[in-house]
Each structure stands twice: as structure tokens, then as C-alpha cells.
């Protein structure tokens, strides 16, 4: 099966820079993606990582170590609409297709 | 790009009802569509998997026979709740990806969810 571990929650200030970090255990590891959900909605795609290394996208930055099998989301200049759940989901090639297997979230609130 | 739809957003109906779930890609073909179901502040949980033309691949423990499960085309898959009892009140979301092309992994864009209620 899959491990993915990731914090339930976490407060930040408004402007500020938060981490969120999540680590996995999985075979046939294929990616890792970070998707934002507000509540009530579906999720939204964010970052992909595949190869080590960290990937930007605005105030959006993502991070992979696939031999420490840790990675993280890093939000930069936190606005108030940030506050969501942010959910780590591992990809692994299991029976011959990719499957999607998602942490169960870390809620963040951006407080003034 | 990458818009997925579903309808309905919302439905409400009575234990041993039937109810139909649409899923739709706008604006790409997508190959695999995938189903899953999220409970209140529990993480999505894959309930099948499922390619254009093919039957679709359950999880374990997802009956087959009750989450019955169409790809009829690269824009639509459809998931019908037989027979519905409470316990199936949910929030379920369908995505779809193009599948792998070239090895390269493609993103699972989600529609916006199907909040069931069964009285």
C-alpha cells in the first residue's frame, strides 16, 4: 500500500511564507502532485513534480526528493483567500495504469 | 483548458432510488476518467478507475454492481448509484487526464463534485 503523511492543520499571517510538508511510502512512484480544495469544492490542480528538485509557479513553489520521499508546498505571500486544504497525492503505476493516492489534507488558515 | 464538468452539482433523493452522475471533459479527450468519493473532512478516496470503451476498474471494496460505471466516449463517463441508502450520502468527484503520453505522466483535472444526499 501507500503511506502519505502530511500535517492536519496549520496557521500563517497574512503575507507571510508557510510550508507544508508531506512524506510518502509507495512502489511504482510516478509523480507527485499538490492539489488545493476549498471546502465544498473540488480540488484544483496546483504542482506536478516528477524529478528532484524545486518547481515555481508564482507564489507557488513545490519541492520533491524522491529518495527521502518527502516533499513539500511552499505559499509565498499569503493572502487570505489561500486558506483551504492543500492535499498531497502520490502517482504510482500499480496494474498496468497510474493511480492517484491522496494524504488526507493539511488545512490551512491565513489569519490578519 | 483542461474543463471538467459534472451534473448535477446536487441531488437529493429517497432510499432505493437510482441516481445518474455526469462527467465531462470540454475542452480535451480524455482516455482515463476516474471516480472517487470524499466524506466530510476525510481525504478523496478512488472508488474506480475507467478507460474510453472498456469496463471500468473498481477499488477494493467498491461494489461493481452497485456504482455502476460508463466510458462511452473520450468526454464522457458516467457513474449511476443503484439502489441508494444513506450511508452513500457523499461528495463525489470525477477527473480525467489525457493518460500517459510519451511515458510522461498527465494531471487529473477534477470536476467541481456531485453532492449526494439519500432521505
Known amino acids: 500500500g501507500q503511506n502519505i503523511d502530511q500535517p492536519t492543520e496549520m496557521t500563517a499571517t497574512e503575507g507571510a511564507i508557510v510550508q507544508i510538508n508531506c512524506t510518502y511510502q509507495t512502489s511504482g512512484f510516478n509523480g507527485l502532485f499538490w492539489y488545493q480544495q476549498h471546502a465544498g469544492e473540488a480540488p484544483t490542480f496546483l504542482s506536478y513534480n516528477v524529478l528532484d528538485g524545486l518547481e515555481e509557479k508564482g507564489r507557488f513553489s513545490s519541492f520533491l526528493s524522491r529518495s527521502k520521499g518527502y516533499s513539500y508546498l511552499l505559499l509565498k505571500e499569503l493572502q487570505m483567500k489561500d486558506s483551504a486544504s492543500y492535499l498531497c497525492?502520490?502517482?504510482?503505476?500499480?496494474?498496468?495504469?497510474?493511480?492517484?493516492?491522496f494524504g488526507t489534507g493539511t488545512q490551512l488558515k491565513v489569519e490578519l | 483548458g483542461a474543463v471538467v464538468s459534472q451534473h448535477p452539482s446536487r441531488v437529493i433523493c429517497k432510499s432505493g432510488t437510482s441516481v445518474k452522475i455526469e462527467c465531462r471533459s470540454l475542452?480535451?479527450?480524455?482516455?482515463?476518467m476516474f471516480w472517487y468519493r470524499q466524506f466530510p473532512k476525510q481525504s478523496l478516496m478512488l472508488m474506480a478507475t475507467?478507460?474510453?470503451?472498456?469496463?471500468?476498474?473498481?477499488e477494493q471494496g467498491v461494489e461493481k454492481d452497485k456504482f455502476l460505471i460508463n466510458h462511452a466516449s473520450l468526454t464522457l463517463s458516467t457513474l449511476t448509484v443503484t439502489s441508494a441508502h444513506p450511508e452513500d450520502s457523499s461528495f463525489y468527484i470525477c477527473?480525467?487526464?489525457?493518460?500517459?503520453?510519451?511515458?510522461?505522466?498527465?494531471?487529473?483535472?477534477f470536476g467541481p463534485g456531485t453532492r449526494l444526499l439519500v432521505l
Open positions: 477527473s480525467a487526464s489525457g493518460g500517459l503520453a510519451g511515458g510522461k505522466q498527465e494531471t487529473q483535472y
Open positions: 497525492a502520490v502517482s504510482a503505476i500499480k496494474g498496468g495504469g497510474n493511480k492517484l493516492t
Open positions: 475542452d480535451f479527450q480524455a482516455t482515463t
Open positions: 475507467s478507460n474510453e470503451g472498456s469496463k471500468a476498474t473498481y
